[in-house]
């Protein structure tokens, strides 16, 4: 079994800036890629960014320029700095991973639980 645990939302006034941490813990043979998603109330949730086992990263234009994806692949961690926040940035973030458990096994995907970001003054 493996675990996603995020850590680091909480309320930010407009412009600030917080980083998100996604510790990944449990049958790990190897991680593939990972990647941050929000969810905002009565909307779809929606890929922010994905970053390869290399460190190759893409983004959404929403927040291209004001959020950096990074990964320790010696911690299994991804983080998720976010700068220039806004009050639309308002939503449940998530992490994301594609992990193979074992060597034999496949790759399948693992959300973690969310953790609320609030942007208002």
């Known amino acids: 079994q493996v675990q996603l645990v995020e850590s680091g939302g909480g309320l930010v006034q407009p412009g600030g800036s917080l980083r998100l941490s996604c510790a990944a813990s449990?049958?790990?043979?190897?991680?593939?890629?990972m990647g941050w998603y929000r969810q905002a109330s009565g909307k779809q949730r929606e890929l922010l960014a994905a970053?390869?086992?290399?460190?190759?990263?893409n983004y959404a234009d929403s927040v291209k320029g004001r959020f950096t994806i990074s990964r320790d692949n010696a911690k299994n961690t991804v983080y998720l700095q976010m700068n220039s926040l806004k009050p639309e940035d308002t939503a449940v973030y998530y992490c994301?991973?594609?992990?193979?458990?074992?060597?034999?096994?496949?790759?399948?995907?693992?959300w973690g639980q969310g953790t609320q970001v609030t942007v208002s003054s």
């Open positions: 970053i390869t086992s290399a460190g190759s990263a």
């Open positions: 994301n991973a594609d992990v193979t458990p074992s060597r034999r096994a496949g790759v399948y995907e693992y």
């Open positions: 449990g049958s790990i043979f190897s991680i593939y890629a």
